[in-house]
């Protein structure tokens, strides 16, 4: 009924999955009843005690009067976030109170258990100072709401700049004139809204927020499921939500918003550049070596490879150090290289660029684990241009992070004279462990999709070849993500998450690492993807594209993997990759 009582029904269950309750009532009566309830009850209040002196709020999860006014119990549940996570033994479960921080690097207040667990130590000392009055969730709905009535307007009357021959428009914040699209902004003006130092508006070639505004494929977007995860530092809220478009793409994101006047306004952010940390589950299938199947969890650290037109199209990094928060404390170091979009991790921590020091991934991975237990070794000594702590994670060390970890990331620029910036990103969930990992249904290849890869890929170590154009036929270069007669490429079983995206990586003739990705919907199950070049100087793509056509991959350019990828609400990426090159075993 509540995240309260999902905790309460957890430590009666077996194993801790609050599913598994009814059944074992069935079995043994006895397992619940007054005196087992009150018993997890009161421990519960007990955990929770700085939390509500601090509110100076009394409540009964099971039984006390409930109203969703913001009051109350209620009160209690908007300032906090629970996660209960059943791993097949018991449940990992942690309550995170959304206090404002005292600075963007503050550590978050909350507190991890598991579902057995006799006691529960209480959450950290809460001063009144810490709190302040959450936004309720219908402040929340409203904002989704006009969030929707703006793109329910047409292109043309959501900016007045003109539509270009492909049917979208140009323009900055200037160029949006809806009331129903200013109103979002603080001050009902586009231009207060800045984001990773980028403001709103579109031009070829740069990424900008809101986008959207700009581009007809988004009218009629709506938005739901909208929550309130946190405060930042100046009082401002992070907000999850997911869109779905006029033809059924969808995804989780996250954005800022202020209170003015009893409404929320959207609102940016004060870093210079576009990053992103977030925790990241991968179950990797070798198609070629079929004994080759393992799970590894992560964090994916995402920062945008920012060029330098004037000087041939160079990064303007030099480096970017990431320092991760306990309890991982560790610090990783990412680098550019040439024709990836975002900076990759070197493999020892350090600014080593060489060749042999320098992975192909963003992703440190906590922990690799193969999915059969006969396989011997772990395969960090296999995938050897992949990056992994060092010593792995156990899942009971990964059970200890919190939810909201933050973390630093230091910008070094390839202009000595040019100061780094630091900047903090807090998450939104911690990454789950390996045992958890395993619960969650995973999508997977049709059967005859995956009989098609592995005979196409088994001629080359490196995975699918390209071959050489046909100028008949612009689109016999690209990525066709579907089994012979246009069937589906991939299945959800029940309970999976349905990919939102599909990635593809590999290499260029001339070696250089690509990535490409096409956003799908949830009910596709099949895909096709061009080439997405990054710069005049990439390789993987065949350059110049025919007028006004898609580009097509050039010959000899390699498909590795292929990634069918969705995000939970939480922004927990889950993957499953798809792996079409060969391994050398040691």
Same mark, same amino acid.
């Given at each position: 009924?509540?995240?309260?009582?999902?905790?309460?029904?957890?430590?009666?269950s077996p194993e801790g999955d609050p599913a598994?309750?009814?059944?074992?009532?069935?079995?043994?009566?006895?397992?619940?009843?007054?005196?087992?309830?009150? &018993?997890?009850?009161?421990?519960?209040?007990?955990?929770?005690?700085?939390?509500?002196?601090?509110?100076?709020?009394?409540?009964?999860?099971?039984?006390? #009067?409930?109203?969703?006014?913001?009051?109350?119990?209620?009160?209690?549940?908007?300032?906090?976030?629970?996660?209960?996570?059943?791993?097949?033994?018991?449940?990992?479960?942690?309550?995170?109170?959304?206090?404002?921080?005292?600075?963007?690097?503050? $550590? @978050?207040?909350?507190?991890?258990? !598991?579902?057995?667990?006799?006691?529960?130590?209480?959450?950290?000392?809460?001063?009144?100072?810490?709190?302040?009055? @959450? @936004?309720?969730?219908?402040?929340?709905?409203?904002?989704?709401?006009?969030?929707?009535?703006?793109? /329910?307007?047409?292109?043309?009357? !959501?900016?007045?700049?003109?539509?270009? #021959?492909?049917?979208? /428009?140009?323009?900055?914040?200037? +160029?949006?004139?809806?009331?129903?699209?200013?109103?979002?902004?603080?001050?009902?003006? @586009?231009?207060?809204?800045?984001?990773?130092?980028?403001?709103?508006?579109?031009?070829?070639?740069?990424?900008?927020?809101?986008?959207?505004?700009?581009?007809?494929?988004?009218?009629?977007?709506?938005?739901?499921?909208?929550?309130?995860?946190?405060?930042?530092?100046?009082?401002?809220? &992070?907000?999850? =939500?997911?869109?779905?478009?006029?033809?059924?793409?969808?995804?989780?994101?996250?954005?800022? &918003?202020?209170?003015?006047?009893? /409404?929320?306004?959207?609102?940016?952010?004060?870093?210079?550049?576009?990053?992103?940390?977030?925790?990241?589950?991968?179950?990797?299938?070798?198609?070629?070596?079929?004994?080759?199947?393992? +799970?590894?969890?992560?964090?994916?650290?995402?920062?945008?490879?920012?060029?330098?037109?004037?000087?041939?199209?160079?990064?303007?990094?030099?480096?970017?150090?990431?320092?991760?928060?306990?309890?991982?404390?560790?610090?990783?170091?990412?680098?550019?290289?040439?024709?990836?979009?975002?900076?990759?991790?070197?493999?020892?921590?350090?600014?080593?660029?060489?060749?042999?020091?320098?992975?192909?991934?963003?992703?440190?991975?906590?922990?690799?684990?193969?999915?059969?237990?006969?396989?011997?070794?772990?395969?960090? /000594?296999?995938?050897?241009?992949?990056?992994?702590?060092?010593?792995?994670?156990?899942?009971?060390?990964?059970?200890?992070?919190?939810?909201q970890t933050v973390w630093k990331l230091e910008?070094?620029? #390839?202009?000595?004279?040019?100061?780094?910036?630091?900047? =903090?990103?807090? $998450?939104?969930?911690?990454?789950?462990?390996?045992?958890?990992?395993?619960?969650?249904?995973?999508?997977?290849?049709?059967?005859?999709? !995956?009989?098609?890869?592995?005979?196409?890929?088994?001629?080359?170590? #490196?995975?699918?070849?390209?071959?050489? *154009? +046909?100028?008949a036929d612009p689109s016999e270069n690209m990525?066709?993500?579907?089994?012979?007669?246009?069937? *589906?490429?991939?299945?959800?079983?029940?309970?999976?998450?349905?990919?939102?995206?599909?990635?593809?990586?590999?290499?260029? *003739?001339?070696?250089?690492?690509?990535?490409?990705?096409?956003?799908?919907?949830?009910?596709?199950?099949?895909?096709?993807?061009?080439?997405?070049?990054?710069?005049?100087?990439?390789?993987?793509?065949?350059?110049?594209?025919?007028?006004?056509?898609?580009?097509? =991959?050039?010959?000899?350019?390699?498909?590795?993997?292929?990634?069918?990828?969705?995000?939970?609400?939480?922004?927990?990426?889950?993957?499953?990759?798809?792996?079409?090159?060969?391994?050398?075993?040691?």
């Amino acid at each position: 009924m509540t995240p309260l009582t999902t905790i309460i029904v957890a430590q009666l269950s077996p194993e801790g999955d609050p599913a598994k309750l009814a059944g074992a009532i069935q079995l043994d009566p006895a397992k619940v009843s007054a005196d087992t309830i009150s &018993a997890q009850v009161t421990k519960l209040i007990t955990a929770l005690q700085p939390l509500l002196t601090a509110l100076n709020i009394t409540i009964d999860p099971m039984g006390g #009067a409930f109203t969703a006014d913001g009051s109350g119990q209620d009160r209690v549940l908007d300032s906090i976030n629970v996660s209960v996570r059943p791993d097949g033994t018991a449940a990992n479960i942690e309550i995170t109170a959304k206090t404002v921080p005292t600075g963007d690097n503050a $550590t @978050p207040v909350s507190i991890t258990f !598991r579902s057995g667990d006799t006691t529960i130590a209480p959450l950290p000392a809460i001063k009144d100072s810490d709190l302040k009055q @959450p @936004p309720p969730p219908a402040m929340v709905q409203d904002l989704l709401d006009r969030l929707n009535a703006c793109y /329910a307007l047409p292109l043309a009357q !959501r900016v007045d700049s003109p539509v270009q #021959a492909d049917g979208n /428009a140009l323009g900055t914040a200037a +160029n949006v004139v809806a009331p129903e699209c200013k109103s979002l902004f603080v001050d009902n003006n @586009p231009a207060n809204y800045v984001v990773f130092g980028a403001s709103v508006g579109r031009e070829p070639g740069k990424w900008h927020p809101f986008d959207a505004l700009f581009r007809f494929g988004p009218t009629n977007l709506k938005t739901d499921r909208g929550n309130f995860e946190f405060f930042h530092a100046n009082g401002d809220v &992070a907000i999850t =939500y997911r869109w779905t478009d006029s033809v059924g793409n969808t995804e989780n994101e996250t954005l800022n &918003a202020r209170i003015v006047d009893g /409404a929320l306004k959207v609102t940016g952010n004060d870093f210079i550049y576009r990053a992103s940390v977030r925790p990241q589950m991968d179950e990797k299938d070798y198609l070629k070596q079929p004994t080759l199947k393992y +799970n590894s969890i992560g964090y994916n650290i995402v920062v945008d490879n920012v060029l330098n037109a004037a000087a041939s199209f160079a990064s303007i990094f030099s480096k970017v150090v990431v320092t991760a928060p306990a309890p991982l404390n560790t610090q990783v170091v990412l680098v550019p290289q040439q024709g990836l979009s975002s900076l990759v991790l070197t493999k020892n921590g350090t600014d080593d660029a060489t060749p042999t020091n320098v992975s192909t991934t963003s992703i440190w991975r906590l922990a690799t684990r193969h999915i059969d237990a006969n396989q011997p070794g772990n395969p960090s /000594a296999f995938e050897t241009t992949n990056v992994y702590a060092v010593p792995q994670f156990t899942d009971d060390q990964v059970a200890k992070v919190a939810d909201q970890t933050v973390w630093k990331l230091e910008f070094f620029h #390839a202009d000595s004279a040019r100061p780094n910036v630091v900047q =903090y990103l807090r $998450t939104f969930s911690r990454v789950p462990t390996i045992a958890e990992a395993r619960l969650q249904p995973m999508v997977d290849l049709t059967p005859a999709m !995956r009989s098609e890869l592995i005979s196409g890929s088994q001629g080359s170590d #490196a995975g699918l070849v390209f071959g050489a *154009p +046909n100028p008949a036929d612009p689109s016999e270069n690209m990525i066709d993500f579907s089994a012979e007669g246009d069937l *589906p490429g991939w299945a959800v079983p029940s309970g999976a998450l349905a990919p939102t995206s599909v990635i593809a990586s590999g290499r260029a *003739p001339n070696r250089d690492r690509y990535t490409d990705s096409v956003t799908v919907r949830n009910t596709s199950r099949k895909a096709f993807m061009s080439c997405q070049p990054v710069s005049p100087l990439d390789q993987h793509c065949l350059l110049p594209r025919a007028a006004n056509g898609p580009y097509q =991959y050039a010959q000899g350019t390699s498909i590795s993997s292929l990634i069918l990828a969705a995000r939970t609400a939480r922004q927990v990426d889950v993957r499953k990759n798809i792996e079409l090159w060969t391994v050398s075993l040691p």
